[in-house]
């Protein structure tokens, strides 16, 4: 217990410092703005393509992650339509304590928008706010070699093979994009999501969903990308 | 002056580039811990509650695989409440009542869908259970109720009510 809330503080410690950069990042002189900028700088300013690097990284490091493209409209610096498709996989094969092995694979997307909050909006870096709805309908296979009845000590494995699921989810991002060099930019979001509706088949709990990640007791999540404008 | 606001969109974007790598560095650090969300509540039993104490001594046993007994309930007192398991994958379990005052022994074979029940990868595996029949002898049991049918990690309500016949 002592233990858990010392890692909890200092998990706390380290989000606060990273917050406090964070808006030290942000340029302090730039105020925040909600509203749209009048100028002449035409409303379509075109397009963005982007890459997710934090869920393919998740996928190389370990047993679980996805990887997500999305395309982003640019309607004068500052709200920003986008659909985000990816492809979600868990691949986690014998688990070194309970040795249930759980795998899926599916596509899901996002639709949502992002608005630039930044005063001066055309600057190429953005301070976003947006919200997404996700939707996947994915299958799963979960299975144990052998599960032992612990009173009346039957053996018989645990199988359960291409049990169909569903989700719908939302989120609600905070996100800041930074131009680079020339069409380049890097950004980064951090997410809270919820679950709007799920089916989770005849075992009633999935382990990880394609574009939502693991359902447990964190409702965050986060992506980084490169998008490229066009 | 052109110089100062070059060098002052340079810093903005240092400083937002140096936001993206710390950024990057926290979400890692969070990729790298993982937490274990397993419920405390993880234990599947059938609640049994008689209509009043029974002044006897109640055991129960049922048979495992290699066909020895295992106790379930060992000898209990004045009972009037109990939970047991149930097995994960037999159709129906049998369970033998057998109580010391009236030298009798109940069969009670209770018959169920089995439902296998997942968490997560951290977490054990388990089944939930729905019964679906329920048959008894009646040497000491006058008759046993199905109160509720669904048996999974919440066991704070009867799923069955047991009516034991007089002991006098």
């Given at each position: 217990?002592?233990?858990?809330?010392?890692?909890?503080?200092?998990i706390?410690?380290?989000?606060?410092?990273?917050?406090?950069?964070?808006?030290?990042?942000?340029e302090?002189?730039?105020?925040?703005r909600?509203?749209?900028?009048?100028?002449?700088?035409?409303l379509?300013r075109?397009?963005?393509?982007?890459?997710?690097?934090?869920?393919?990284?998740e996928?190389?490091?370990?047993?679980?992650g996805?990887?997500?493209?999305a395309?982003?409209?640019?309607?004068?610096?500052?709200?920003?339509?986008?659909?985000e498709?990816?492809?979600?996989?868990?691949?986690?094969?014998?688990d070194?304590?309970?040795?249930?092995?759980?795998?899926?694979?599916a596509?899901?997307?996002r639709?949502?928008?992002?608005?630039?909050?930044?005063?001066?909006?055309?600057?190429?870096?953005?301070?976003?706010?947006?919200?997404?709805?996700?939707f996947?309908?994915?299958?799963?296979?979960?299975?144990?070699?052998?599960?032992?009845?612990?009173?009346?000590?039957?053996?018989?494995?645990?199988?359960?093979?291409?049990?169909?699921?569903?989700?719908?989810?939302?989120?609600?991002?905070?996100?800041?994009?930074a131009?680079?060099?020339?069409?380049?930019?890097l950004?980064?979001?951090?997410?809270?999501?919820?679950?709007?509706?799920?089916?989770?088949?005849i075992?009633?709990?999935?382990?990880?969903?394609?574009?939502?990640g693991?359902?447990?007791?964190?409702a965050?999540?986060y992506?980084?990308?490169?998008?490229?404008?066009? | 002056?052109?110089?100062?606001?070059?060098n002052?969109?340079?810093s903005i974007?240092?400083?937002?580039?140096?936001?993206?790598?710390?950024?990057?560095?926290?979400?890692?650090?969070?990729?790298?811990?993982?937490?274990?969300?397993c419920?405390?509540?993880?234990?599947?039993?059938s609640?049994?509650?008689?209509?009043?104490?029974?002044?006897d001594?109640?055991?129960?046993?049922?048979?495992?695989?290699?066909?020895?007994?295992?106790?379930?309930?060992?000898?209990?007192?004045?009972q009037s409440?109990?939970?047991?398991?149930?097995?994960?994958?037999?159709?129906?379990?049998?369970?033998?009542?057998?109580?010391k005052?009236?030298?009798?022994?109940?069969?009670?074979?209770?018959?169920?869908?089995?439902?296998?029940?997942?968490?997560?990868?951290?977490?054990?595996?388990?089944?939930?259970?729905?019964?679906?029949?329920?048959?008894?002898?009646?040497?000491?049991?006058?008759?046993?109720?199905?109160?509720?049918?669904?048996?999974?990690?919440?066991?704070?309500?009867?799923?069955?009510?047991v009516?034991?016949?007089?002991?006098?």
């Amino acid at each position: 217990m002592s233990q858990t809330v010392h890692i909890s503080s200092f998990i706390s410690r380290i989000a606060i410092s990273f917050l406090l950069l964070l808006l030290s990042c942000v340029e302090t002189r730039a105020q925040l703005r909600l509203g749209y900028e009048r100028d002449s700088i035409p409303l379509f300013r075109g397009f963005a393509v982007s890459f997710d690097m934090a869920g393919f990284a998740e996928k190389m490091l370990g047993s679980h992650g996805q990887i997500e493209g999305a395309l982003r409209l640019n309607l004068h610096d500052q709200y920003f339509p986008i659909v985000e498709l990816g492809y979600g996989i868990a691949n986690h094969a014998n688990d070194a304590v309970t040795s249930i092995t759980y795998k899926t694979r599916a596509p899901y997307f996002r639709v949502g928008a992002d608005v630039n909050i930044m005063n001066k909006k055309h600057t190429g870096n953005r301070v976003f706010l947006g919200i997404r709805y996700g939707f996947t309908h994915y299958k799963v296979d979960i299975s144990h070699p052998l599960l032992k009845d612990p009173v009346w000590k039957y053996e018989e494995p645990y199988n359960i093979s291409g049990e169909p699921c569903t989700m719908q989810w939302g989120e609600v991002l905070f996100g800041l994009d930074a131009k680079i060099v020339g069409p380049i930019h890097l950004g980064w979001s951090g997410r809270y999501r919820f679950r709007l509706s799920h089916k989770d088949g005849i075992m009633e709990k999935t382990w990880y969903v394609p574009g939502y990640g693991k359902q447990d007791s964190s409702a965050l999540g986060y992506s980084f990308y490169i998008s490229f404008d066009i | 002056m052109m110089m100062t606001q070059q060098n002052k969109g340079k810093s903005i974007v240092c400083r937002t580039v140096l936001g993206c790598v710390a950024v990057l560095m926290f979400l890692s650090s969070l990729v790298a811990c993982s937490s274990i969300d397993c419920p405390v509540e993880n234990t599947v039993l059938s609640v049994y509650n008689l209509d009043e104490i029974l002044e006897d001594t109640l055991t129960i046993t049922s048979h495992r695989k290699d066909g020895s007994d295992t106790i379930l309930l060992n000898q209990g007192i004045n009972q009037s409440t109990f939970k047991l398991p149930m097995s994960f994958t037999q159709d129906v379990d049998v369970l033998f009542f057998k109580t010391k005052k009236l030298p009798v022994t109940d069969t009670v074979r209770i018959g169920k869908e089995n439902i296998p029940h997942f968490e997560s990868v951290d977490c054990g595996l388990t089944y939930f259970h729905n019964i679906t029949s329920l048959n008894h002898t009646t040497y000491g049991i006058d008759s046993i109720v199905l109160l509720k049918s669904r048996v999974d990690y919440v066991s704070n309500s009867p799923h069955f009510l047991v009516y034991f016949k007089d002991r006098d």
